[in-house]
């Protein structure tokens, strides 16, 4: 982690621009079979980049991506990608670290402005149920109760949902597993990291605590 940690710490507010010349780079092969470092959620904006990033190479990081970044609450009876892909990647690949990752600007927490989102939409408008947290419409970056934006209330409404999965709270009982939550800004690159202990959002840095460590 103090790897993915340092990546994110230091990402550039122009990514784009600064990996330009990576083009001229030969991409290096993954090394057979799988074994991730972590497993990534994030939302499907093409502005986030998680290998970007991370600094990860090919191998390194199974991704797991929705609009808005919504994990439902654990229903048993769901045939749902996500609790298969949480499922796969702990109890398969043994990944040991899971990011739970939001960021700025979000179209997708925008659109959960519209109560109910529109009508024309009837997927999303059942997906964006699951959310749990919805931004009223005067929804911007400034933080409301408890000191936290709505962007970042909705993430740890996320993270809340990450535990009811019998898979994440298992090994989250054993301490095999750690849950972060870390919030990307599009406008400044900046990666802010949440604290359970003085439960607040803060710099990433190598040592800052799992959002989850353990059930107790």
């Known amino acids: 982690m103090r790897t993915l940690i340092h990546s994110a710490r230091t990402l550039s507010p122009t990514p784009a621009d600064t990996r330009a010349a990576d083009d001229r780079t030969a991409v290096e092969a993954p090394a057979p079979g799988a074994a991730p470092r972590a497993l990534f959620i994030t939302c499907s904006d093409s502005r986030v980049v998680p290998t970007l990033l991370t600094g990860t190479a090919p191998g390194e990081l199974h991704e797991l991506r929705t609009a808005g ?67 009223g419409p005067d929804h911007d970056h400034r933080s409301t109760g408890g000191g936290h934006t709505p962007e970042q209330r909705h993430l740890l409404a996320q993270l809340h949902h990450l535990r009811t999965y019998p898979c994440v709270s298992r090994r989250l009982a054993t301490r095999r597993l750690r849950v972060h939550a870390w919030q990307y800004d599009d406008r400044s690159g900046q990666t802010l990291g949440w604290d359970a202990a003085s439960r607040a959002f803060r710099p990433l840095r190598p040592g800052l605590p799992a959002a989850l460590a353990s059930t107790a």
């Open 69 to 135: 970044h919504v994990v439902p609450r654990y229903r048993s009876d769901a045939h749902c990608a996500i609790a298969a892909t949480l499922e796969f990647a702990l109890g398969t690949l043994h990944v040991p670290d899971v990011i739970l990752c939001g960021h700025t600007d979000c179209t997708a927490l925008q659109a959960l402005q519209d109560d109910p989102p529109p009508a024309e939409l009837p997927l999303a408008r059942n997906w964006f149920t699951r959310a749990a947290h919805r931004p």
